[in-house]
């Protein structure tokens, strides 16, 4: 079945420490985000990749970092930098359409990080 | 700035009676708009989308309304079973935009 895995489901984290977030997708999808969930806040943009090897900032990229070397994987690093990482992370993926147009996306289930 | 707002943070609706969650937007380059529910702990799961070429589309018990000139998007849900109860995003995107705008979110409850 083609989906989109984010592991793990649960993880602590101590302050100071930096921690990778997975997020492998087998969809062939060109496109790869990582959001954080807050309460009342909705879904805000932290990074997001069209191709390999490349990546934009989101809304609130400060205190993480990714890489995209392969099409499938789109790790997401909370460094020590980010002041408030407790929160819940979703990954998501999506391709385009030959007129260019973006589909809407397929999301995995989601990471809860926690700083303890 | 918040390009696509949902200003209900929460609804209570008796089951068999009709949701309506409410969306708008500021952007006028947004030509397509999804709706994607969520239960705690999970990721969303996409339930229907409307074109900008559409003022309407159903699928089941779901139906989206699009105002173009008020900016405007609904969800239409009858009846509201319990199952429902979830939280509900509306999402935006451009013809040549790369990335998806989220709403803050809708917490639906259906009271049984």
């Known amino acids: 079945d083609g989906g989109i895995t984010q592991s793990p489901k649960y993880l602590f984290r101590k302050e100071g420490q930096n921690v990778t977030l997975s997020c492998e997708q087998n969809?062939?999808?060109?496109?790869m985000y990582w959001y954080r969930q807050d309460p009342g806040q909705g879904l805000r943009l932290i990074y997001y990749?069209?191709?390999?090897?490349?990546?934009q900032k989101g809304d609130i990229a400060e205190g993480y970092s990714v890489s995209r070397e392969k099409k499938e994987s789109f790790p997401l690093t909370v460094t020590s930098a980010q002041k408030n990482p407790t929160a819940f992370y979703l990954c998501?993926?999506?391709?385009?359409?030959?007129?260019?147009?973006?589909?809407?996306?397929?999301f995995g289930s989601g990471t809860r990080l926690t700083v303890v | 700035d918040q390009q696509v707002k949902q200003n209900s943070p929460s609804l209570s609706v008796q089951e068999g009676r009709i949701s309506i969650l409410n969306c708008d937007y500021t952007?006028?380059?947004?030509?397509?708009f999804l709706w994607y529910k969520k239960y705690p702990a999970e990721g969303p799961t996409f339930l229907i989308s409307?074109?900008?070429?559409?003022d309407k589309n159903e699928d089941g018990r779901f139906t989206v309304f699009l105002n173009k000139s008020a900016k405007h998007l609904s969800l239409h849900i009858v009846p509201s079973q319990p199952g429902d109860s979830a939280v509900y995003f509306c999402?935006?995107?451009?013809?040549?935009?790369?990335?998806?705008?989220f709403g803050t979110g809708t917490s639906l409850t259906v009271i049984p």
């Open positions: 998501a993926s999506s391709t385009f359409s030959t007129q260019g147009r973006l589909f809407g996306y397929t």
């Open positions: 969809l062939n999808h060109d496109a």
């Open positions: 990749s069209q191709i390999v090897n490349d990546f």
């Open positions: 952007n006028s380059m947004f030509d397509y």
């Open positions: 409307i074109s900008s070429i559409k």
């Open positions: 999402a935006a995107s451009a013809n040549t935009g790369n990335q998806f705008y």
